[in-house]
């Protein structure tokens, strides 16, 4: 069964939601950081959900935060802790364990910082109507999935629930949220796709696209990286083995209820439940992402938990 929506009775106090998580407060600094087993696409939540997909993000975004920390000396994410507070009641703790994150509470940049390592999505439509992605010029030639040169990235507004996000320039990020966390954004956002790009290439998975959030610690004005990370909803994963440059690729995301979706003419339309077949693919696709890139099933990833 998918948990469509988290029930906590009155253990905890809700402070905020989206459209897969559910935000509760812990303390002054922390929050109890909630995956749901809802799944959006085109900005709509479906009616139904993805079972485990809750467990899966939360898992996925853990194991990141541990190999980029390792990796990128200095990095500062919102991680703090797997376990579930003490004082839940059993059956809450029962519901939440393996889909919640202890996190450190931040102010959040409205930006969504988004790496494209390949071009693909509304970054492809973009340049072949214009040349330009997110108003910049583009090297000519380039082809349908191609590797940029070098990573780029592409910010967008982080809209709010219902609204749709839109591109801006690097210049119009600078005014979102001030140019000196502007370009330390950018720059942690280059250096974290480059990182779990490398990481994932190695496994057989191409990352070709991501998206990241960060949050400011106003105590020690350091750029945080929070939200979930790298993981099948924030990202385009491609199988390796099937690459080919030239044409769209098969993925390990939600690529195929966006198909379905749109072959279906609801694209964007509210209060779709997806049929079972639709579930079961999507699901099975983002458990073979966390196999190939945790090195673990998601049940022996469950199980580790304590
Ligand atoms: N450490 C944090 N402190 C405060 N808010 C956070 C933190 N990490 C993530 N968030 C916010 O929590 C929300 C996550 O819920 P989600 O359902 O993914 O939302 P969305 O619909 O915006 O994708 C996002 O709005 C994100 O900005
Ligand atoms: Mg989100």
Do not use: C
């Not at 379905?260 to 997806?274: F, I, Q, R, S, Y």
């Amino acid at each position: 069964m998918a948990l469509i929506k988290s029930n906590v009775g009155t253990s905890l106090e809700l402070v905020a939601s989206g459209k897969v998580r559910e935000l509760y407060a812990i303390d002054s600094k922390s929050l109890l950081f909630v995956a749901t087993d809802r799944i959006s696409a085109y900005d709509v939540i479906m009616e139904n959900g993805i079972p485990e997909k809750g467990v899966l993000l939360t898992l996925m975004t853990a194991h990141w935060f541990q190999y980029l920390q390792q990796q990128i000396p200095g990095l500062k994410t919102h991680f703090v802790s797997l376990s579930l507070p003490s004082s839940l009641p059993r059956d809450v703790a029962e519901q939440l364990k393996g889909r919640s994150m202890v996190v450190r509470k931040l102010k959040v940049f409205p930006l969504e910082a988004i790496v494209r390592g390949y071009i693909t999505g509304s970054a492809w439509s973009s340049y072949k109507k214009t040349g330009e992605v997110n108003g910049k010029k583009m090297p000519e030639g380039l082809q349908e999935s191609q590797e940029f040169p070098e990573p780029i990235y592409t910010p967008s507004t982080k809209a709010e629930l219902g609204a749709h996000d839109e591109n801006i320039t690097t210049e119009q990020a600078e005014k979102v949220v001030g140019e000196k966390y502007a370009k330390q954004i950018e720059q942690l956002s280059l250096q974290v796709y480059k990182t779990a790009r490398d990481y994932a290439r190695e496994k057989g998975i191409i990352i070709a696209d991501t998206k990241f959030e960060f949050g400011l610690d106003e105590e020690t004005d350091e750029v945080v990286l929070i939200d979930e990370v790298l993981t099948p909803d924030s990202s385009r994963f491609w199988p390796k083995a099937t690459y080919k440059v030239g044409q769209s690729q098969p993925s390990f995301d939600k690529q195929g209820l966006r198909d379905w979706l749109t072959e279906n003419g609801l694209k964007g339309k509210d209060g779709v439940a997806m049929p079972d077949d639709v579930i079961e693919a999507t699901r099975s696709k983002y458990l073979e992402a966390f196999k190939i890139l945790t090195g673990k099933s998601l049940q022996e990833s469950m199980q580790n938990l304590n």
